[in-house]
């Protein structure tokens, strides 16, 4: 008997949920009719049991057709019918090839059958058996609606649940980085939104004695896949930065690339001699061509100068009383994809620092988001003029415009992206 209490009860996984709903599930006891019964028999049973939808009719307990309450009502109605019919075996008006499922099928493989027989099993409803094929009752389409609807209601619940749970652990790896981003600036902003509560843009800062290290970082991705490798990205750069390289952006991505392309399996782990890359024990299935665009730069406080080496990701800066958005363009390779060499080398560019200068990265969520009248990409040249019109102004404030001015020229049209944008006065 289908117990509606169930569509609200269960709290556990999905598949133990779905396991709950098999086509035995959904079994109303019905009473049988056997093809000695007459129609005027089937007429009496229709009339004392107003909620029968249908009557399964059964030879040896075995199912053979299904009478239709509509159906039959309207046929028998017509003049004279029952004259002509009342006396005649039930199978007269049954539909000789009902849906007959087994108990134990799942609800997902029900509701495919039922789709393929079509409308009328919606609404005439479907024979259910057991194992040996004896009749057990009938299922409605009204209740396989119903569990189909709470299923995927459930489904939508977990998935967001796991979102949720998600975007706590990716907020918790960025938790040391605005800590320390805090620390190392006094006048920044650092704008985070991902497209889907979680996503695959990253921001990395961390202190020394002597300066700061700070990458903007936008993976492959978004939504839940993007968000599972910036944690990879995280893991593998807060790693590499154990050792004393962190005054060379350049060879930082060097090694983030060797490390993604052995860990994703882009490449095969035996070209790569003398080093043990794989450390975070992946294991390669099959080929993926995933990987990262980022800008790495070493800060050093001490002597007031920038290392910025990139890849697909430029720097943009102002000097203090400068007329120009300046920029320090990245090398044209991404970071552990396919088509990145095993032993590619970025270049490392220097930035001497002035007192007001203010330095700006961002990833390319904002700068390729389509909109505007004519239905164009935001543009390098649009968010410069931005910054340009406003250096001048705190941070945050510039912040406040440089995302309003993004949120209008988005429009109505589809965020294409994650958006992140990092800006900072010396």
Known sequence: MFDQSLLTKSKAGLSEIEAEYIAGSLIKICPPVSPQQTNFEISKLLAEQRDLVSIAVIENNKPIGLINRNYFM????????HDLFDRKSCVTFMEKLPLIVDQNMSIQSLSFKVLDSGSKTLQDGFIITNEEGDYLGLGTGEDLVRVVSFLQAEKNRLISESINY????????????KEDMSSVMSDYFMHWEPRDKVGG???????FDDGFFLALIDCTGHGVPGAFMTLIMA???DH????DNRHDPANVLALMNKKVKTALGQVAPAQVEGEELNSFNFTPVGQSDDGMDTAFCWINTQENYLIYAGAKTSLFYIPEGGAEVLSLEPNRKGVGYVDSPMDYQWTNQRLELSKGMCVYLTTDGIIDQIGGPKKIAFGKKRFSTIIKENYQKPMLEQE??????????QGKQRRRDDVSALGFRI
């Open 201 to 207: 843009d990253y921001y990395f800062c961390k202190k």
């Open 74 to 81: 309207e046929v028998m109605a017509k003049p004279y019918h």
């Open 240 to 243: 590499i930065l154990l050792e």
């Open 235 to 237: 893991s593998f750069l």
């Open 400 to 409: 406040d415009i440089l995302m309003q001015a993004y949120y209008e020229y």
């Open 166 to 177: 998600a975007s706590v652990i990716q907020k918790s790896f960025l938790r040391s980085s």
